[in-house]
Protein backbone atom coordinates (compact mmCIF):
# COMPACT_ATOMS: atom_id res chain seq x y z
CA UNK A 1 0.00 0.00 0.00
CA UNK A 2 1.31 3.55 -0.96
CA UNK A 3 -0.95 5.14 1.82
CA UNK A 4 -1.73 8.68 0.98
CA UNK A 5 0.05 9.97 -1.75
CA UNK A 6 0.28 14.15 -2.22
CA UNK A 7 1.30 16.06 -4.85
CA UNK A 8 3.08 18.18 -6.00
CA UNK A 9 5.84 18.21 -2.68
CA UNK A 10 6.55 21.68 -3.42
CA UNK A 11 5.48 24.67 -4.82
CA UNK A 12 5.93 28.45 -5.32
CA UNK A 13 3.00 30.41 -6.67
CA UNK A 14 2.17 34.25 -7.40
CA UNK A 15 0.08 36.45 -5.45
CA UNK A 16 -3.53 35.82 -7.47
CA UNK A 17 -2.60 32.37 -9.42
CA UNK A 18 -4.27 29.32 -8.91
CA UNK A 19 -3.62 25.75 -8.13
CA UNK A 20 -4.72 22.61 -7.36
CA UNK A 21 -3.25 20.19 -4.52
CA UNK A 22 -3.82 16.54 -5.06
CA UNK A 23 -4.22 14.11 -2.57
CA UNK A 24 -4.67 10.27 -3.08
CA UNK A 25 -4.95 7.11 -0.68
CA UNK A 26 -5.41 3.60 -1.32
CA UNK A 27 -7.17 2.49 1.35
CA UNK A 28 -10.54 2.22 1.03
CA UNK A 29 -10.52 4.95 3.70
CA UNK A 30 -14.17 6.47 4.43
CA UNK A 31 -13.07 9.75 5.80
CA UNK A 32 -10.60 13.15 3.76
CA UNK A 33 -9.41 15.57 5.21
CA UNK A 34 -7.17 18.83 4.39
CA UNK A 35 -4.80 20.22 7.10
CA UNK A 36 -2.66 23.79 6.80
CA UNK A 37 0.71 23.73 9.28
CA UNK A 38 1.86 26.83 9.68
CA UNK A 39 5.50 27.30 12.25
CA UNK A 40 3.98 26.95 15.82
CA UNK A 41 0.64 26.75 15.09
CA UNK A 42 -0.04 23.16 15.01
CA UNK A 43 -2.65 21.85 12.81
CA UNK A 44 -5.59 23.66 11.13
CA UNK A 45 -8.77 22.00 9.57
CA UNK A 46 -9.75 23.08 6.48
CA UNK A 47 -12.22 20.89 4.66
CA UNK A 48 -13.27 17.30 5.33
CA UNK A 49 -15.07 14.20 3.77
CA UNK A 50 -16.85 11.61 5.15
CA UNK A 51 -17.62 9.73 1.26
CA UNK A 52 -17.52 10.38 -2.18
CA UNK A 53 -20.36 13.08 -2.67
CA UNK A 54 -19.78 14.85 0.88
CA UNK A 55 -17.57 17.42 1.62
CA UNK A 56 -17.92 20.21 4.91
CA UNK A 57 -15.86 22.74 6.19
CA UNK A 58 -13.23 23.01 8.85
CA UNK A 59 -11.89 26.09 10.66
CA UNK A 60 -10.43 27.85 8.14
CA UNK A 61 -12.04 27.10 4.35
CA UNK A 62 -11.76 30.42 3.10
CA UNK A 63 -9.96 30.96 -0.16
CA UNK A 64 -10.00 27.14 -0.80
CA UNK A 65 -12.44 24.67 -2.30
CA UNK A 66 -12.59 20.70 -2.51
CA UNK A 67 -14.55 17.95 -3.93
CA UNK A 68 -14.83 14.25 -3.94
CA UNK A 69 -15.81 12.60 -7.04
CA UNK A 70 -14.41 8.73 -5.61
CA UNK A 71 -12.88 7.25 -2.16
CA UNK A 72 -9.91 7.69 -3.42
CA UNK A 73 -9.37 10.98 -4.29
CA UNK A 74 -9.57 14.60 -2.68
CA UNK A 75 -7.96 17.63 -4.04
CA UNK A 76 -7.98 20.98 -2.11
CA UNK A 77 -8.01 24.19 -4.98
CA UNK A 78 -6.73 27.39 -4.20
CA UNK A 79 -8.38 29.91 -5.83
CA UNK A 80 -6.42 33.56 -6.03
CA UNK A 81 -3.36 32.75 -3.80
CA UNK A 82 -3.09 35.28 -0.97
CA UNK A 83 0.51 34.89 0.74
CA UNK A 84 -1.51 34.33 3.84
CA UNK A 85 -1.68 30.87 2.12
CA UNK A 86 1.60 30.41 2.11
CA UNK A 87 1.97 27.17 4.85
CA UNK A 88 2.40 22.97 4.53
CA UNK A 89 -0.46 21.21 3.63
CA UNK A 90 -1.37 17.72 4.90
CA UNK A 91 -3.90 15.73 3.36
CA UNK A 92 -5.34 12.80 5.52
CA UNK A 93 -7.86 9.81 5.84
CA UNK A 94 -9.10 7.07 8.23
CA UNK A 95 -11.48 4.05 8.06
CA UNK A 96 -15.12 5.01 9.56
CA UNK A 97 -14.23 3.21 12.76
CA UNK A 98 -14.15 6.57 15.31
CA UNK A 99 -10.66 5.75 17.06
CA UNK A 100 -8.20 4.98 14.32
CA UNK A 101 -5.89 7.54 13.81
CA UNK A 102 -5.33 9.34 10.88
CA UNK A 103 -2.84 8.09 8.12
CA UNK A 104 -0.94 11.42 6.63
CA UNK A 105 0.74 12.46 3.66
CA UNK A 106 4.11 13.63 3.54
CA UNK A 107 3.07 17.54 3.02
CA UNK A 108 3.00 19.68 0.15
CA UNK A 109 4.83 23.37 1.15
CA UNK A 110 3.38 25.89 -0.83
CA UNK A 111 4.69 29.48 -0.79
CA UNK A 112 2.85 32.71 -2.15
CA UNK A 113 4.77 35.13 -3.15
CA UNK B 1 -14.48 24.36 18.02
CA UNK B 2 -12.57 22.41 21.41
CA UNK B 3 -8.85 24.02 22.11
CA UNK B 4 -6.26 21.99 23.40
CA UNK B 5 -2.96 23.56 24.76
CA UNK B 6 0.06 21.90 24.90
CA UNK B 7 2.87 22.40 27.09
CA UNK B 8 5.95 23.31 27.09
CA UNK B 9 6.06 24.43 23.20
CA UNK B 10 9.78 23.86 23.06
CA UNK B 11 11.95 21.39 25.24
CA UNK B 12 15.83 20.40 24.99
CA UNK B 13 16.99 17.97 26.99
CA UNK B 14 19.57 15.78 27.23
CA UNK B 15 19.92 11.64 26.26
CA UNK B 16 18.84 9.45 29.03
CA UNK B 17 16.81 12.32 30.93
CA UNK B 18 12.93 12.05 31.51
CA UNK B 19 10.31 14.11 30.48
CA UNK B 20 6.67 14.81 30.58
CA UNK B 21 4.40 16.62 28.34
CA UNK B 22 0.81 17.88 28.97
CA UNK B 23 -2.07 18.72 26.57
CA UNK B 24 -5.06 20.59 28.21
CA UNK B 25 -8.58 21.63 27.71
CA UNK B 26 -11.25 22.85 29.11
CA UNK B 27 -13.62 20.23 26.94
CA UNK B 28 -14.67 16.71 27.43
CA UNK B 29 -12.94 14.95 24.46
CA UNK B 30 -14.52 11.23 23.55
CA UNK B 31 -10.56 10.01 22.86
CA UNK B 32 -7.48 11.05 22.71
CA UNK B 33 -4.67 10.91 20.47
CA UNK B 34 -1.15 11.27 20.34
CA UNK B 35 1.36 11.57 17.07
CA UNK B 36 4.96 12.55 16.53
CA UNK B 37 5.97 14.29 13.34
CA UNK B 38 9.46 14.39 11.79
CA UNK B 39 10.86 17.25 9.75
CA UNK B 40 9.32 16.91 6.24
CA UNK B 41 6.60 14.28 7.27
CA UNK B 42 3.27 14.10 8.26
CA UNK B 43 1.96 12.91 11.42
CA UNK B 44 2.81 9.40 12.81
CA UNK B 45 0.09 8.09 15.16
CA UNK B 46 1.72 7.08 18.59
CA UNK B 47 -1.66 5.83 20.87
CA UNK B 48 -5.33 6.58 20.82
CA UNK B 49 -6.70 6.92 24.87
CA UNK B 50 -10.42 5.91 25.13
CA UNK B 51 -11.28 5.72 28.81
CA UNK B 52 -10.41 8.25 31.42
CA UNK B 53 -7.66 7.39 33.63
CA UNK B 54 -6.69 5.28 30.66
CA UNK B 55 -2.73 4.38 31.21
CA UNK B 56 -1.08 2.98 27.75
CA UNK B 57 2.43 2.00 27.38
CA UNK B 58 4.84 1.73 24.35
CA UNK B 59 8.40 0.92 25.33
CA UNK B 60 9.56 3.78 26.93
CA UNK B 61 6.61 6.23 26.02
CA UNK B 62 3.77 6.15 28.69
CA UNK B 63 0.45 8.04 27.89
CA UNK B 64 -2.20 9.53 30.23
CA UNK B 65 -5.74 9.85 29.91
CA UNK B 66 -6.98 12.27 32.53
CA UNK B 67 -10.37 10.92 34.54
CA UNK B 68 -12.62 13.28 33.36
CA UNK B 69 -11.04 13.30 29.58
CA UNK B 70 -9.98 16.67 29.37
CA UNK B 71 -6.40 16.04 29.96
CA UNK B 72 -3.95 14.07 28.88
CA UNK B 73 0.20 13.41 29.47
CA UNK B 74 3.08 11.69 27.36
CA UNK B 75 6.26 11.08 30.36
CA UNK B 76 9.40 9.66 27.90
CA UNK B 77 11.60 7.40 30.52
CA UNK B 78 15.14 7.86 29.53
CA UNK B 79 15.24 9.77 26.21
CA UNK B 80 17.25 9.33 23.07
CA UNK B 81 18.08 10.95 20.49
CA UNK B 82 15.76 9.42 17.95
CA UNK B 83 12.55 10.62 20.25
CA UNK B 84 13.46 14.24 18.85
CA UNK B 85 10.43 15.35 17.08
CA UNK B 86 7.16 17.31 16.95
CA UNK B 87 4.75 16.23 19.54
CA UNK B 88 1.18 16.31 19.01
CA UNK B 89 -1.77 15.91 20.90
CA UNK B 90 -5.36 15.52 19.39
CA UNK B 91 -8.86 15.37 20.69
CA UNK B 92 -11.77 13.71 19.06
CA UNK B 93 -14.87 15.76 19.72
CA UNK B 94 -18.11 13.94 21.09
CA UNK B 95 -19.63 13.97 17.40
CA UNK B 96 -16.98 11.80 16.03
CA UNK B 97 -15.62 13.33 12.57
CA UNK B 98 -13.00 15.60 13.72
CA UNK B 99 -9.81 16.02 15.50
CA UNK B 100 -8.83 18.86 17.12
CA UNK B 101 -4.83 19.52 17.18
CA UNK B 102 -2.41 20.86 20.24
CA UNK B 103 -0.02 23.72 18.79
CA UNK B 104 2.61 20.73 19.28
CA UNK B 105 5.81 20.25 21.82
CA UNK B 106 9.51 20.61 19.87
CA UNK B 107 11.69 17.44 21.71
CA UNK B 108 15.52 17.90 21.20
CA UNK B 109 17.21 15.73 22.57
CA UNK B 110 20.84 15.99 22.41
CA UNK B 111 23.49 13.04 22.50
Known amino acids: NAGVTQTPKFRILKIGQSMTLQCTQDMNHNYMYWYRQDPGMGLKLIYY???????DKGEVPNGYNVSRSTTEDFPLRLELAAPSQTSVYFC????????????FGSGTRLTVV | TQLLEQSPQFLSIQEGENLTVYCNSSSVFSSLQWYRQEPGEGPVLLVT?????EVKKLKRLTFQFGDARKDSSLHITAAQPGDTGLYLCAGRETSGSRLTFGEGTQLTVNP
Open chain 1, 92 to 103: ASRIWTANYGYT
Open chain 2, 49 to 53: VVTGG
Open chain 1, 49 to 55: SVGAGIT
